[in-house]
């Protein structure tokens, strides 16, 4: 009998396969890293002008957008009824690499999700309800960002005073988190699957192993009426209220960083203030065409906090200080976790799994 069909074959071909997607994205983050180091190595150095304990702060702050995520995944994994809840270490450490591969990858963060699919499958949890949590995750973060821009928006309109360009950009902002909701409500499981990972598989450097999702969901002999997302909302409320109220604190979280940093420089600004540079930002920045939004989303943060009022030098030097924090950061980190990811054993799809609940 050859050696691959054996178990010993065939975790060789595992490991091999392992180091082949490891080097793969090790190359592509190298290149990455190399093309964009002169920004890196000034954001370094505006390390240095920052109070310590306020850094320290910022530091924690951004922690805690992970820890938040791992805790909405751990709520709604929860649901499943699973014999064994998998530890909150792993779920924290899957919301990195979900991080990183939509840093490194771009694809309006549909990258991350598909990580969380493979991550969700080797908990061996079935393929209609990875789906399920996957659009619910995404419910209750569509849903606390359409939440925090209507607040915000009716904050500009009948108590503070702020250019046009904000209330165009929260009106924007509701309108597209509204449709974007809307349709993942809509979303059927053959239909969603294919429009999220067909995206995905367009990079040919990638493509093989998001095939590997399709092929999983072709064994599970799931049809498109499988998916029961209205029936998951409704029988588990409670977490996902939870969930909902989870992503409020990575948006707060996310705002806690901002405000570290500015007084960590000696700077005084609103909360306010910068809870409205902040989500104006991400408005801004919902469809990227650069990775982790690039360029984007730094000048538009520097454009909203200027024309709130932050000195233009300022400005730039907390957008930079931030994006240190929250995007280039977690690359390396995000790139070891994956690495061991990839050596803990698959678990077949076919394995036993727990009905909808």
Known sequence: MNNIDTPTGQSEKLNTKSWLLFFIFFILVLIFVIYYFNEIKKDLLLLKKVNFYWLILAIIAQILTYFFTAIIYRLLIRACKLKQMPRLSDVFEASIIAQFFNQVIPGAQLSGNTFIFNFLIKLRIGAVQVVSLILTELLTFYAAMEITTLLLLSACLSIYKVPNAFEITLGAGAVVYLVFGFLVALAGRKKFLNILYGK??????????????????????????????????????????????????????????????????????????????????????????????????????????????????????????????????????????????????????????????
């Open 200 to 357: 995905i598989t367009k990079i040919k450097i990638i493509k093989k192993w998001f095939q590997n999702i399709n092929n999983s969901i072709n064994k599970s002999k799931v049809s498109n009426n499988d998916i029961q997302l209205p029936v998951f909302l409704k029988r588990n409320k409670k977490p996902v209220a939870e969930a909902f109220t989870c992503q409020i604190f990575v948006i707060a979280s996310d705002a806690l960083t901002i405000y570290a940093l500015f007084n960590g420089l000696g700077i005084t600004v609103s909360p306010y203030t910068i809870l409205l540079g902040l989500v104006s930002t991400k408005i801004i920045s919902t469809l990227p065409f650069l990775p982790g939004a690039l360029i984007l989303y730094e000048s538009s943060m520097s454009f909203f906090f200027v024309s709130l009022g932050v000195p233009l030098g300022p400005a730039i030097m907390i957008t930079l200080l931030y994006r240190l924090l929250s995007f280039w950061f977690p690359i390396p980190v995000g790139l070891f976790l994956y690495r061991r990811w990839l050596q803990r054993p698959a678990v077949p799809f076919n394995s036993p799994t727990s009905r909808i609940t």
